[in-house]
């Protein structure tokens, strides 16, 4: 069974600052990963995917991941209050009948204060 | 927002009582997967379809069942409800390369 970690929350930062949304995973042969954000009564909408070792940015938001560390994480810069939601955290599962599937981290709450 | 459709948006049923979820893909995806998210918990993934056939499926029983169409739409059949299937039900489509999967706007259901 695959887990996906991440850091409990809820995080709240005060507006212009930085955020940092950290996830471990226990699978070492994963490949895909994910964030997702989630409002509020809403689904889970797509924000960032990453599949090699390094940074990706993507205007304000940057993911790195660390495969040796089975080690991803999500920085928000120059946090708005707009960006008050559940984080999730998911993870590909990438072999046989589990080709495709997600796994889910429960979620880091993030609020962002004016 | 994502193409991805979904129908109910809420519902409400009673235990025991059979129900049917429905899920329209976005344009250009071929693969369906169903999850499960009870509240304050991440999705949970409940089965995958790809070219009509079920594709991987989770730790879900059998009462927990789909289908999925030449449209590439699909539907979540759940027979015999219980209290605890009371959830967020979310459609993700995504390619054939089964990397990116979006998720439609989900069915709230509640078993009473």
């Known amino acids: 069974q695959k887990e996906v970690e991440q850091n409990s929350g809820p995080l709240s930062v005060p507006e212009g600052a930085i955020a940092s949304l950290n996830c471990t995973y226990s699978?070492?042969?994963?490949?895909?990963f994910f964030w997702y954000r989630q409002y509020s009564g809403k689904s889970p909408e797509l924000i960032m995917s990453?599949?090699?070792?390094g940074d990706k940015e993507d205007g304000r938001f940057t993911a790195q991941l660390n495969k040796a560390s089975q080690y991803v994480s999500l920085l928000i810069r120059d946090s708005q209050p707009s960006d008050s939601a559940t984080y999730l955290c998911?993870?590909?599962?990438?072999?046989?009948?589990?080709?495709?599937?997600?796994?889910f981290g429960r979620g880091t709450q993030l609020t962002v204060w004016p | 927002e994502t193409g991805v459709t979904q129908s109910p948006t809420h519902l409400i049923k009673t235990r025991g009582q059979q129900v049917t979820l429905r899920c329209s893909s976005q344009?250009?995806?071929?693969?369906v997967s169903w999850y499960q998210q009870a509240l304050g918990q991440g999705p949970q993934f409940i089965f995958q379809?790809?070219?009509?056939?079920?594709?991987g499926r989770g730790n879900f029983p059998p009462r927990f069942s789909g289908l999925q169409f030449p449209n590439y739409s699909s539907e979540l059949n759940v027979n015999a409800l219980e209290l605890d299937d009371s959830a967020l039900y979310l459609c993700?489509?995504?390619?054939?390369?089964?990397?990116?999967?979006?998720f439609g706007p989900g069915t709230r259901l509640t078993v009473t």
């Open positions: 998911a993870v590909n599962g990438n072999r046989g009948s589990t080709l495709g599937r997600l796994y």
């Open positions: 699978d070492r042969v994963s490949q895909s």
């Open positions: 990453i599949y090699s070792n």
């Open positions: 344009s250009g995806h071929n693969t």
């Open positions: 379809y790809y070219r009509e056939e079920e594709n």
């Open positions: 993700a489509t995504g390619t054939g390369d089964f990397y990116e999967q979006y």
